[in-house]
């Protein structure tokens, strides 16, 4: 069980996600949980450790497909919301309920990227060990924390 702070950039510097003024998270290293560059680069670190870890997009949220960007005609949208650049969408695919973005709207052509918004993002994070223990039998058969910050109690 690892318990951790950590602040996320892209490689421009710019602040994608941190826990700060949030809960730290915590997550059972190993059940395959966590995007795998960042647990590889967790390997071997111990409760007080301070470091950094860069994630290649194919180790973080995958590269960008261009295959998941298509051209919907407006008409296809149901509700009054306004449509922007940059909204997010949910929409039903025959893999079950995906989450598209908004990148282009020309006239009744909407541009629906549903690539992860991260995909291609090299992800840097800065991460701080608050602490580490040994799962217990029960996390492990559930493949998640229990506890503080954990699920179910
Ligand atoms: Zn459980």
Redesign the pocket.
Known sequence: MVSLNYTLKNSEGELIDSTEGKEPLVYLHGVGGMIPGLETGLEGQEAGANFKVIVSPNDGFGARNEDLIHIVPKSGFQGDEEMQIGMQVQLQTEQGMTIATITEIEGEDVTLDMNHPLSGVELHFDVNILELRSATD??I??????GPG???H
Do not use: D, I, L, S
């Open positions: 029960e996390e058969a559930h493949g998640h924390v229990h954990g699920h179910h």
